[in-house]
Each structure stands twice: as C-alpha cells, then as structure tokens.
C-alpha cells in the first residue's frame, strides 16, 4: 500500500482585510466592491516561498531530529525566488535533511504540486519516503481583482509505504496546453484571459474529463466520493465540476476565499490537508488541479488517520491570524511601491558565498555546539568549550536549535534603525535546555514582546541584496502561539 503518511501546512499571520483594497482603488476600479468581502493571508516582508515551504515541511514533518527516512523532496511553485539554484536544495538544508537525498524543483504549471505528488506515489512502491512541498506567494497586478483572489500559503505531504494515512488507489492526467493565464521571464504578474472562455472551453471540458479516469481506474463510483478538491477562483464553478462529475454537492470541499484565497500552486495541497484533518477512516477524497491541462487523484482513508496530528495543522495557523488593514503595507511588502528607507536603510547588503558555504551548517541548519563533556551550547559553535578556567578542546557535537523554544532574557524595540516593519524588534534569547543568543524578532507587533516571553524559531529572509539579486535566509524568533 502507498499513499500519504504525513501532511502539513502553513498560512501567514498577516490577513489583508479585502475592503482595504477595495476602499484604497474605489476611485479608479469601483467594480472591484463586490470582492470586497473577507480576508486574504499576506505574507510578511521577510517570507517568499522558500521560507513558507519550510514553515509547511517542519509541520508535517514535527521535531524529530532524525529525518533520515525522507529519501526525496521534490519543491513545486511557480514563484520559486532564484531562477538558477537550487531552492528545493535550500530548502533540504533548512531542514536539515541529509546530503545524499533527491532534491528537485518543479514548476511552470499551477498543477506542478500533483505532477510531483504523483511521482513521488510512483517511487514509494519502491521503498521511497518523498516529502512533496507547494508554495506559492503571487504578486498580482495593483487594483486587479487577482489581487483581491490570491492569498499565500504553504502546504507538504510525505508519500510513502509506512503507516499510509491515505491509501492512493489510482490517478490520470490530461496535458493540454490551453493557456489560460501566462507570465514571462521578465515579468512580475500574470496576464489573464476572459474569464468565460476559460471556465467554459478549458476548465469545465478538461477536468471532468480527468476525474472521470481517475475514477474508474479506480473503481470507484463518482456517488461514493466524500470530499472532492478543486481549487478555483471563479464562484460555484467546483460545484459545477462536481455535478458534471457525478459527484455529490455536499462533498464539495470549502475553497477557503473567504479566509485564505487562492494560494496558487499550493492550494490543492493546502486543502487536502485541511480535509485529512477532518477525515474519517473510509473516505475517498478526489484531488483535482487544473493548469495546462489536469491531474486528478483518488484517495481512500484509512484508520492510520488518527494517529497522525501535524504539529500544528491548517487549522491552527489559521487560528493565529491577525487583521492587517493597511494596503500601503501590502503594497511595500511586495516590492510595489518604494518606501524612503533613509541612510540606514542604505547599506550593502553583498554576501560572501565562500562564507556562506562554510559555515552552511549553522547558518541554514541552524545548528550550534553542545559541549558532550560540560552539556553547555555554544552558538556558534567552536573548537573550544569553556568550562569555568577548563577550556576543552574538540568536545562539541552538533546540536540543533531550530525545534527548540527559547524565552526572551532582554529585548529593545528600536525605531532608529531600519526596518520593513516598526519599531526594529530584537533581544538576547535563553534556549530551553542552553545556549543564549541575540535574535531577530518577527510576527511581533508593538507590545507583542516582553522578558520571559516564550518564543520558538521560524526560518526567515534575514536580507535582501537588490544589487545582486540575491536572499539571505536565517533563523528568527517569534512569539509561541497557544495552539502550537
């Protein structure tokens, strides 16, 4: 038996309420006031993908140290940030996976997270654990109503044989290239098509289509299904797609607008795992994304779904969002208007890849130090350990902190400094179990810190080198949230 054995997610805690937009752009698109209801998730200036597919992968997962049963991570987005590296592989290190897994991105097509689903299913026949990660975090153009459809997010699954939560029963896929939506090379945003055309010629003929195959090979009869996953912008259409199907109207999964929005390549993902957290043993889900074509799968739950709980769920960090009102923010944190930043906000931002390359370990893994003859943590870590006028020499193993909580020994919220985000929040940090280190505060609005606060540690843009084009990633702290 193959299919899911683990499943994640992440959402950020930034939720642009859609009437800022609307209110924002009434004088130019006042059409645009009846998309003006509910929240869309908007993510921080220092997340991109590689920093939610990071958030979504340690959810699914949890804080075991030992990751040595994933074998491959396969990246699926369409907004990946580096063009020429690879970002699955930045990814892998972040998590501290080992060297000698099968790392590859997949893009180009929203549907690129079931083309990689897909192969990972093929490969867990042969014994293959593979975590599949989407994210995606969409610019839009300013006063479309993509703006106003799109949300950001982050979702993961691990395929394998082990304690199958979700048995794979069968698949089809329809490559056509019916060309909806593109973006080019040198651009920032989709150019959309009418809508009609789209939801009538492609999207209502190709993935019926698809499910239908999918079913029957199969064998499952379309009344049988119990919740069925089709991530679509336009209202009632997977609704419609259902009827087409077969498939019954109160199977229809929420397609989270309200809430979330449409979080692109990660959506179908981010769905299924919010349906598996709710999911009995018995049911059969149907995943459908559409995108140059559709894939379509079948899954049928088994009793393993109890005993599985991501660490925190979609359910949970959707429970920690906080109303953002201000577009102009919305509007900074995507690179779509340009703030004075003043002659602290100037400096170079270059960095040494020799550097980075060396001490990738502690940088991107976040690992320290721990002394195995005094216990002590050392970040970072060194050749020597001091132990009261006792130094030791060679006696530090790696010792990870990135699933480890620490509380806020000393804080300043600085509003001289430069940051996307006032006041500039940082303080020294005491590591559960040692080890003390200043920090990066961020998620933290004013007052959100104090002494003693307990934080935990998430994977972020430290910096952003505009001449280069390059992203340097780091670890911050963040407040511990009641649901984790």
Partial sequence: MVGITAYGAYVPRLRLNRSAIVQA???????????????????????DSITMAVAAARDCLGK??????VSSVYLASTTLPFADRLNSGLMAAALTLNENIEALDITGSLRAPMSAVSQALRSASSGNNTLVVAADKRKARVASTQELDFGDGAAALLLGNNDVLAEYLAGATITDDFVDHF?????????????????????????????????????????????????????????????????????????????????????????LSR??????????????????????????????????????????????GVEESSYTRFLAYNDQIELEKGMRG????KTALST????????????????????????????ISYDTENPLQDTQVPYKLADITASVASWSADYLSFSMSPPNQYGMVDF?????????FTDVAKGDVENNKKMEMVFRIKDIDRQRGFKRYFWKATPVKASI
Avoid at 64 to 69: A, C, F, I, T, V
Avoid at 185 to 211: A, C, H, L, M
Avoid at 295 to 306: E, G, R, W
């Fill in 275 to 320: 349906t598996l957290e709710k999911a009995n043993s018995g049911d059969i889900i149907v995943i459908t994304q559409f995108g140059q074509g559709a894939d379509a799968l079948v899954f049928k739950v088994t009793d393993k779904i109890n005993s599985f709980k991501p660490q925190r769920g979609f359910s949970g960090w959707l429970s920690r």
């Fill in 432 to 440: 559960d179990g040692g080890g003390r280190l200043l920090m990066e």
């Fill in 64 to 69: 075991d140290n030992d990751r040595s049963h």
């Fill in 356 to 383: 980075l390359y060396r001490h990738k370990n502690m940088i991107t893994g976040f690992i320290a130090g721990r002394c195995k003859e005094t216990g002590l943590v050392f970040f970072p870590p060194t050749r």
């Fill in 183 to 271: 973006r080019a090379f040198d651009q920032d945003v989709d150019y959309n098509w009418e809508e009609r055309w789209v939801r009538d010629e492609g999207i209502s003929k190709i993935v019926p289509k698809t499910v239908a195959s999918a079913l029957t090979k199969a064998g499952v009869d379309a009344g049988d299904v119990d919740h069925f996953i089709f991530p679509t912008v336009f209202k009632k259409l997977d609704a419609k797609i259902a009827q087409i199907c077969g498939i019954k109207n109160d199977a229809v999964v929420d397609n989270l607008a309200a809430e979330v929005g449409d979080t692109g390549a990660a959506h179908g993902l981010l769905m």
């Fill in 25 to 47: 752009n009434a004088w130019f698109a006042p059409g645009l006031k009846g998309k003006g209801k509910g929240v869309r998730t908007m993510a921080n200036w220092d997340e």
């Fill in 346 to 349: 100037e400096q170079d931002k």
